[in-house]
């Protein structure tokens, strides 16, 4: 039986800082993982999509980092008995959601995402959600403009698709990592 832990949230709420954090944690107990991160910088990196990845984003990015993240997911579900990922369907379904030029097609590829990944045997699932307590952070991708639209159309897909999840209140980043690590680890045992 597997474990997933998907962090859910929109831009700037602290999940890949605390996924880093998370994988210090679990490799000093010496705990076995895999991890999906910053899967969208490298593929701006990559120049694989354009670095416009917000709610103004091309119906094209949206597509191709639906994709991507869904062969991360098959592949990770598939071969890891703990895999934890910074991004998950329901940011990708949100995030086609509020988009400029959102195309049906988009949509359904991120819902379709969503209902294979969260129905993989074999497997469990703990989405946690980061609300957008920290203050924005900008960098070369994020962008504040849709931060609050994105959130409310997270909520609004949690409850639609009637996804438990744990929602994270705390601020500090080593409480933060303290929290979480004890679900982890009560789950593994």
């Known amino acids: 039986m597997s474990l997933n832990i998907f962090f859910v949230g929109t ?3 602290g999940k890949t800082t605390l996924l880093r954090e998370i994988e210090k944690e679990l490799n000093q107990l010496r705990i076995s ?3 999906s991160s910053n899967v969208v910088r490298n593929l701006i990196k990559e120049n694989v999509i354009e670095k416009e990845v917000d709610v ?3 119906n094209r990015n949206q597509i191709v980092i639906t994709a991507e993240y869904m062969c991360q997911y098959w592949e990770n579900l598939q071969n890891s008995s703990l895999f934890l990922s910074d991004r998950s369907p329901i940011d990708l379904i949100a995030y086609s959601r509020v988009r400029k030029d959102a ?3 988009s ?3 991120a819902e ?3 209902k294979n990944v969260f129905s993989f045997k074999d497997s469990n699932f703990l989405v946690f959600y980061f609300p957008p307590v920290l203050p924005f952070e900008q ?3 994020r962008n504040k403009g849709g931060r609050m639209k994105i959130d409310r159309e997270i909520k609004k897909i949690l409850k639609e698709f009637n996804i438990p999840f744990i929602k994270v209140k705390e601020i500090d980043l080593q409480k933060r990592v303290d929290f979480l690590k004890n679900i982890i680890v009560k789950k593994l045992i």
């Open 56 to 58: 103004s984003a091309t």
């Open 139 to 141: 960098d070369e991708v």
């Open 112 to 114: 379709r995402t969503l």
């Open 107 to 109: 949509i359904t590829l």
């Open 11 to 13: 831009v700037s709420t």
């Open 33 to 35: 993982y895999t991890s």
């Open 103 to 105: 195309s049906e097609y």
